[in-house]
């Protein structure tokens, strides 16, 4: 039987400071996000290491979308701490 | 170029134009009632017309020598553009500050994607109550 589901995907979780920022989101904004949090969540070694910390700056030119980002130490959660749209 | 050269850009007026711009209204003076051809006061009798060319951010800017100058509104967006630019880089490094003074937020305190998300399409009325998108 085929898997009903592709890669495990981290699961994605928000600072209060990047969640007060989503709230300031249009529909097509947070739509965008979406689909950038899909992307990140499938592999959490997309953007650029934050030179001698576990924080990643991640950025999508195609959507305006920056996300920065550390994955948990067990690499089950991606904790957003930061996002910009557009 | 011989630097020594270059004539002055703002030379002292003639005498004869000085006498005419003592005529006009000063500073605080309203230069409404002067025959018409007569030109606005000289930026060298009225410093407070200086001031304001410096100042204003609608006024047309002297060119710096080798730039092209932008119109008015072209300045306008340019400055909107940086103030705009100028917040988001705050907020980021606010954003990093924090988390450099007080540490990362801990996943079990942080809210997971999925429930701020349709709580956002909620209150944009894209989402039914009581509904979620996947």
Known sequence: MSPKHGPRRAR?????AAADQLARLTIIETLALDRAIVALSTDPTLGTPIPDSVLRDYQDDDDSIRILFYVSALRTVIVVAYLEVG | MNLHTVPNQHPSPPAALRAVARRRPGPGRSAQGVAPGVPAPLPWEDPSAMQESVM???APQQPAPGRDPLSPEAAAAVRSYAGRERARTDELAAVLEDIAANGLPRPEDCTPWEELRDAHYRRLGVLDRDA???
Request: no cysteine; net charge negative.
């Open chain 1, 12 to 16: 994605v979780a928000f600072s209060d």
């Open chain 2, 56 to 58: 204003s951010e609608a």
């Open chain 2, 132 to 134: 979620d998108v996947a």
